[in-house]
C-alpha cells in the first residue's frame, strides 16, 4: 500500500502546470503568483512572492510561468519574518521515497537532519529540535516546484505538518520574488482555478487594470481560430 501511495504522488506531482498572461496593462511592472493561506500550515506563516517576473506592456507580449506541485522545505536565516523582507533559502530538502519528515537542528548553525518517515504519507512534516534558539533569526518554508510558498519563524519544539492543497494567484505590481507579502495588501489579484484535468490557463490583464477570466488554453485556442476563420 505504502508503495501504491508513494506512486500515486510521484505521477502527480509530475504534472507541469501553467498560466501564459497577455500583459496589455498601462505601464510596466511585476507579474507575481502567490497561494494565500499561509495558515493552514502554521498559524504565524505568511505568503511569498512564489513567482515573480517583470514585463513591459504590448499588443503582442505575453508571460509564462509554470511549475509542478511537487512539495519540500527550505529555510533561511532571514531576521524577523515580517512583510517586505526576502526569504532566499539555504538550503532544501525535497522528499524521496518514503521519506517525507525532516528536522531542522542547530548546532552553531542551522541544518536538515535525520530525513524519516512520517506518519501519514499524503502530508509533509517538519519538525524543529529543542536546540533551536527561542530568538530565532530562521524561518522555514514550504517549497513547491522547487521555490518557496509560505514561510513561518522558526521555534524550538514545533511540529509542523503540511497537506498540500495550492490555491493559486497572479497579481500585477511592485513585487519580488520570494519578498514577503501581506495577502490582505495585494492589489487586485485574480484566483487560478485548475479544474480537473486542466493544467494550462490564460488570461489578459488589460488596460483598466481588469482581468479576463481565466480560460483553459486549449479554449483559448480554440477561440483563436474561430476568429481567425470568422
Known amino acids: 500500500m505504502n508503495w501504491l501511495i508513494n506512486h500515486f504522488r510521484e505521477v502527480v506531482m509530475g504534472m507541469i502546470y501553467s498560466v501564459t498572461v497577455n500583459n496589455h496593462a498601462s505601464h510596466s511592472a511585476y507579474f507575481m503568483v502567490f497561494?494565500?493561506?499561509p495558515t493552514q500550515w502554521a498559524p504565524n506563516a505568511l505568503s511569498l512572492a512564489w513567482f515573480a517576473r517583470f514585463s513591459n506592456p504590448s499588443p503582442t507580449s505575453r508571460v509564462k510561468f509554470q511549475w509542478s506541485i511537487d512539495t519540500g522545505f527550505s529555510w533561511a536565516e532571514t531576521g524577523e519574518l515580517q512583510p517586505g523582507i526576502q526569504f532566499i533559502a539555504t538550503e532544501t530538502y525535497d522528499p524521496s521515497g518514503l521519506n517525507n519528515k525532516i528536522t531542522l537542528d542547530y548546532n552553531g548553525a542551522y541544518r536538515f537532519v535525520?530525513?524519516?518517515q512520517g506518519p501519514d504519507q499524503s502530508r509533509f512534516y517538519l519538525a524543529?529540535?529543542?536546540?533551536?534558539?527561542?530568538?530565532?533569526?530562521?524561518a522555514v518554508g514550504v517549497t513547491m516546484g522547487g521555490s518557496t510558498v509560505y514561510a513561518a519563524q522558526a521555534r524550538?519544539?514545533?511540529?509542523?505538518?503540511f497537506s498540500p492543497r495550492p490555491k493559486y494567484f497572479i497579481?500585477?505590481?511592485?513585487?519580488?520574488?520570494?519578498g514577503v507579502i501581506d495577502v490582505s495588501t495585494v492589489n487586485n489579484p485574480l484566483e487560478l482555478p485548475f479544474p480537473a484535468g486542466v493544467y494550462a490557463l490564460t488570461t489578459t490583464l488589460n488596460a483598466d487594470g481588469t482581468w479576463d477570466q481565466p480560460e483553459s488554453l486549449a479554449h483559448s485556442n480554440a477561440s483563436r481560430l474561430r476568429l481567425l476563420a470568422a
Do not use: C, F, K
Request: charged letters at 20%.
Open 114 to 116: 535525520n530525513p524519516t
Open 128 to 138: 524543529e529540535s529543542p536546540s533551536i534558539p527561542i530568538r530565532s533569526a530562521a
Open 156 to 161: 524550538p519544539n514545533q511540529n509542523l505538518a
Open 171 to 178: 497579481a500585477y505590481g511592485d513585487y519580488e520574488e520570494g
Open 35 to 37: 497561494q494565500n493561506d
